[in-house]
Nanobody, 128 residues
C-alpha cells in the first residue's frame, strides 16, 4: 500500500524560509518522479515542482523559480522542498505525489491527472 506523508508546514513571516518533507512508502523509492503541488483556499491545486526519482535538477513553476528548490534523500525515502524568500501568495496546503509511471519528469508533470497517491498535505502560512 502506497502512503504519502507531508510535513514541515508552519507560519512564517514574509521573506522567511521553510523546508517541507515528503515521505513515500510502498513504492521502490527512486522509481518514480515526484512532484509538489499547493492549494490555496478556494483555488485549484497548483503545480510547484517535479524531480526525477534519482534526483537531479528539478522542474519548477515560474512562480517559485529562484526561490524554491527540491532535493531527495533516498536513504530516508524522503523528498524535500526548500522554500526561501517566502511571500504571502505562497500560502496554502502543500501536497506531494509520486508520478504514476515515469521515473523522470514528463512534459505534463504539472497535470494532477498524472498522480494517484496524495498525502494529507501540510499547511504553509506566510504573513506579510
Amino acid at each position: 500500500q502506497v502512503q504519502v506523508a507531508e510535513s514541515g508546514g508552519d507560519l512564517v513571516q514574509s521573506g522567511g524560509s521553510l523546508r517541507l518533507s515528503c515521505t513515500i512508502t510502498g513504492l521502490p523509492f527512486g522509481n518514480n518522479a515526484m512532484a509538489w503541488f499547493r492549494q490555496a483556499p478556494g483555488k485549484g491545486r497548483e503545480a510547484v515542482s517535479c524531480i526525477g526519482g534519482t534526483g537531479g535538477d528539478p522542474d519548477l513553476s515560474d512562480s517559485v523559480k529562484g526561490r524554491f528548490t527540491v532535493s531527495i534523500d533516498k536513504a530516508k525515502n524522503t523528498m524535500y522542498l526548500h522554500m526561501n524568500d517566502l511571500r504571502p501568495e505562497d500560502s496554502g496546503t502543500y501536497y506531494c505525489a509520486p508520478d504514476r509511471v515515469w521515473r523522470y519528469c514528463p512534459g505534463s508533470w504539472s497535470s494532477t491527472a498524472r498522480y494517484e497517491y496524495w498525502g494529507q498535505g501540510t499547511q504553509v502560512t506566510v504573513s506579510s
